[in-house]
């Protein structure tokens, strides 16, 4: 019977010493890399950033067009949709004019796109300042702008691993932004801008869809910044395990860039109302000084790689709600006058006096309740003395009934003598 011989077995290169003494020694090194290019790395300069980021746009812009002008030449080579019918128009309005085209409002407004020179709009900068000013005065006497920022940052948005939201500063700027080099642009439906050169022509752009776009300059040097608190929390291995504190303070710089304004007609056969749209091309620039502190006794003040996130973040939030191709659209309201809406003129004077009349009427009614509320405690005044008065005169005995007997009646009985 042959002996089985039971294999060797290896022996671990490594003892449990070594082992647990490589792994720390991993761990630590991994953690002062963590510490040495994410916390104390330096971020790349302002300037390298902004090209980088503007080339991402603009070939994103590009990628956009491309795929419009391949979807156009893909319909293009499609048979067109057969008519159908129309709902027959009102013959009231016979001596309506048709509806202008792009090359009649330019001819009817003397606005001639290939040469007319860009304006200043000097006077819509006042307004614009104005409007600003008024803004920041009546925040200055009402919380409710810090109300609904409170609000917003504390939403079902908000991760559970970030604590209430607490806004330490809010300062709404100083100056005002300035626009300028407006021009008027003739565009499609898609946006994109139609060829204009001494050879072009408006009458021929009256394809459905296209529309005149007014662009200007927007440039803004100001200190707008919000400030907050909060406590990053540690819900692992139990919940609330740890918290550290979090305090960011964020200010717009400069912004500036070319904003896209536009109107697209309503469309009565599906009840759309007339839109104004707006949106900034994709050659913005827009700064922002982020300051930042972590911890509660040991701190970390500005850690260069959170400045820098919370710049990404912001600069793709604003990407993806208004830089081309996406924009903002408004739905305006009818701009046919209404009596309802009317002020001033005559109705002022009514209104003025009828809020007088109804003054002197209040005053009246107030004079008026005070004098019976007068009178009434006269009256009661009154009968309190006349019940007093009743009730002493009741109460006063008199001499003839000092000797009758109760139930008796007067003169039944003769008078006793009493004697001296």
């Known amino acids: 019977m042959a002996h089985e011989v039971c294999p060797a077995k290896t022996e671990p290169a490594l003892s449990f010493t070594q082992g647990f003494i490589l792994g720390q020694i991993s761990i630590v090194l991994l953690v002062a890399a963590f510490i040495r290019f994410f916390i104390f790395g330096e971020a790349p300069s302002p300037e390298v950033t902004a090209s980088i980021r503007a080339r991402e746009r603009r070939s994103r812009t590009l990628a956009h067009k491309k795929s419009l002008l391949s979807l156009r030449e893909t319909n293009a080579r499609q048979p067109g949709p057969q008519p159908t019918l129309t709902k027959k128009k009102s013959s009231i ?191 913005y620039r827009l700064d922002f000084s982020v300051r930042s502190l972590l911890g509660s006794r040991s701190r970390l003040q500005d850690v260069p790689k959170i400045a820098q996130l919370i710049e990404s973040r912001l600069h793709s939030w604003f990407d993806e709600r208004c830089v081309e191709p996406r924009f903002q659209e408004i739905a305006l309201p009818s701009l046919w006058p209404r009596k309802k809406n009317t002020r001033g003129g005559d109705e002022a004077i009514a209104d003025a006096e009828r809020s007088a009349s109804k003054a002197r009427g209040m005053d009246i009614a107030r004079d008026l309740r005070a004098e019976a509320m007068r009178d009434g405690e006269t009256e009661a005044d009154a009968r309190t003395d006349r019940t007093h008065e009743s009730l002493r005169y009741r109460r006063r005995p008199r001499a003839e009934d000092a000797f009758s007997a109760a139930g008796s009646m007067p003169g039944a009985m003769p008078d006793l003598e009493i004697p001296p």
């Not at 090359?103 to 614009?128: C, M, R």
């Not at 979090?246 to 009565?268: E, M, Q, Y």
Request: charged share 25%; aromatic share 8%; proline share 6%.
């Open 93 to 283: 309005l016979r001596s309506s004019p048709p509806t202008l085209t792009i090359g009649a409002i330019l001819d009817k407004t003397y606005y001639k796109v290939e040469s007319h020179q860009p304006e200043s709009l000097d006077w819509f900068n006042v307004l614009i300042a104005q409007t600003i000013a008024q803004f920041r005065n009546d925040a200055q006497h009402d919380d409710a702008i810090l109300t609904s920022l409170t609000k917003t940052l504390n939403g079902p948005s908000r991760p559970d691993f970030v604590d209430e939201i607490r806004v330490t500063e809010l300062t709404l700027g100083e100056d005002f932004p300035i626009f300028s080099n407006c021009r008027i642009i003739p565009v499609d439906e898609d946006g994109l801008d139609l060829k204009i050169d001494k050879s072009f022509d408006a009458n021929k752009a009256t394809r459905e869809g296209a529309r005149l776009q007014a662009r200007m300059d927007v440039d803004l040097s100001d200190m707008i910044t919000l400030a907050v608190e909060t406590k990053l929390l540690l819900n692992f291995p139990k919940r609330l395990s740890a918290a550290l504190p979090v305090a960011l303070s964020v200010s717009v710089v400069r912004f500036s860039g070319t904003l896209s304004i536009s109107f697209i007609p309503s469309n009565p056969s599906e009840n759309t109302p007339t839109k104004m749209t707006f949106t900034f091309l994709d050659d």
